[in-house]
């Protein structure tokens, strides 16, 4: 039966990364991603100050509750979309003059509702080019904190970045969010943070974070669970088998919810106290499914989607288009291309079989999630290839080889 290691989780790792620079002591985390997007993280916090010690298999962060170790710092944030999130947010509450850039990618990518907030709370904040984007500069001098009012329906990691901050700030904070997107994600920042110390309240739509700072600790980092979609997916299309041990019923990640999508599709799925197993039937039946909270996980089932037996409709995935890429738009390229009927509207995709699909070329508009995807639907279509294979590095270095294996073995 192939067991399958899957690395570290890219939102645990950066969550825990910023809780461990806040916090008060030395933090070892345990089996971290290491990807682009983390290792981005990591130096980033380098050029603040922190201090970030490295192994193999754990990660040490000397934390700092007064902020950032030097009083100015250029940070470069790559593609990273919590390091271009949370970094910011994280040196607002030091003192200094810190400016952010990102990739071309990340510049693209939507931050106002974030920026917003933080100036509603007395951040000296500025845009430097286009309003609500990166490059910025922060001249932090401390948050107070108090009460703030966001808008979350675009990106879950706006709210994660304030409720980080919260016990950072003089007196803690209450935000009330009018909209959010991708809940289980907001539930592993409110157990991450109670891990360092520190309980999130939560009243109608507010969320209300004490102050008083985070507590060091050991932490281990689940596999990550948008990645294991791409080998269960392997294995309900192929009929074959596989385990990912680590994520289990008391896995921190919703995503893991994507099994329940292959379920209902017909998958055998097995979920343990410390490991997951699905198997293919033989069988993927078509489906309506909204994928608000997982829509990580929505071109995973848009790859595997043209080899049901009727058509699959994804529903409430709007915020999919301001990712690395318009995914559901590259999504349904993509399926068109190798001659797969797919229709569109503004927050869903329908995707109907027919014929056999035909390989082609991807083009993956440099978003690693495209990829990974893809290489499910290769499984099932010869010639299959990518204009950017080399864009996994963000979350998966290792993608390409471990999938090739499991292909082997499946």
């Known amino acids: 039966m192939p067991v399958v290691d899957i690395p570290g989780s890219k939102s645990i790792t950066a969550r825990a990364l910023f809780l461990a620079a806040a916090a008060d002591g030395v933090t070892t985390l345990v089996r971290p991603l290491r990807s682009d997007d983390t290792e981005g993280?990591?130096?980033?916090?380098?050029?603040?100050?922190?201090?970030?010690?490295?192994t193999p298999d754990s990660w040490q962060v000397d934390g700092r509750p007064q902020g950032p170790a030097v009083a100015e710092a250029d940070v470069y944030c790559r593609d990273g979309a919590t390091t271009a999130r949370f970094l910011p947010t994280l040196a607002a509450a030091g003192h200094g003059t810190y400016r952010f850039d990102a990739s071309e990618q990340m510049r693209r990518r939507p931050l106002l509702p974030l920026t917003r907030a933080l100036r509603e709370l007395g951040v000296d904040l500025r845009h430097?080019?286009?309003?609500?984007?990166?490059?910025?500069?922060?001249?932090?001098?401390?948050?107070?904190?108090?009460?703030?009012?966001?808008?979350?329906?675009?990106?879950?990691?706006?709210?994660?970045?304030?409720?980080?901050?919260?016990?950072?700030?003089?007196?803690?904070?209450?935000?009330?969010?009018?909209?959010?997107?991708?809940?289980?994600?907001?539930?592993?920042?409110?157990?991450?943070?109670?891990?360092?110390?520190?309980?999130?309240?939560?009243?109608?739509?507010?969320f209300v974070v004490p102050p008083g700072g985070y507590r060091a600790t050991t932490y281990p980092i689940e596999p990550d669970a948008s990645t294991s979609s791409y080998f269960f997916a392997a294995a309900a299309l192929t009929g074959g088998e596989v385990t990912v041990p680590g994520l289990g019923e008391g896995a921190l990640q919703g995503d893991l919810g994507f099994v329940d999508v292959l379920r209902r599709m017909g998958a055998d799925v097995e979920i343990g106290a410390d490991r997951t197993t699905v198997r293919g039937t033989g069988t993927?039946?078509?489906?309506?499914?909204?994928?608000?909270?997982?829509?990580?996980?929505?071109?995973?089932?848009?790859?595997?989607?043209?080899?049901?037996?009727?058509?699959?409709?994804?529903?409430?995935?709007?915020?999919?288009?301001?990712?690395?890429?318009?995914?559901?738009?590259?999504?349904?390229?993509?399926?068109?291309?190798?001659?797969?009927?797919?229709?569109?509207?503004?927050?869903?995709?329908?995707i109907h079989p027919g014929a056999a699909p035909t390989g082609t070329e991807i083009k993956t508009y440099g978003d690693h999630r495209i990829v990974m995807s893809f290489a499910v639907t290769g499984l099932r279509v010869p010639g299959i290839s990518f204009d950017d294979p080399g864009c996994v590095r963000k979350t998966f270095p290792g993608f390409h080889e471990e999938f090739a294996a499991l292909r082997a073995r499946l």
């Open 284 to 350: 993927l039946r078509g489906l309506t499914v909204n994928m608000r909270d997982i829509s990580d996980t929505m071109p995973t089932l848009a790859a595997l989607a043209p080899f049901a037996d009727g058509p699959v409709r994804i529903e409430d995935v709007a915020n999919t288009r301001v990712k690395e890429c318009d995914r559901l738009e590259a999504c349904a390229e993509n399926l068109r291309a190798m001659g797969v009927r797919v229709e569109t509207g503004p927050d869903w995709i329908e």
């Open 128 to 206: 430097e080019d286009r309003e609500g984007h990166h490059p910025l500069t922060v001249h932090a001098s401390g948050v107070a904190g108090g009460e703030v009012t966001l808008d979350a329906g675009q990106s879950s990691q706006y709210l994660t970045a304030l409720l980080l901050l919260g016990p950072l700030t003089e007196k803690g904070l209450r935000v009330h969010v009018t909209d959010l997107v991708s809940v289980p994600y907001v539930e592993i920042t409110i157990a991450m943070m109670r891990a360092f110390g520190v309980e999130v309240v939560r009243e109608g739509k507010d």
């Open 41 to 54: 993280f990591a130096e980033g916090l380098t050029r603040l100050g922190y201090r970030v010690g490295r």
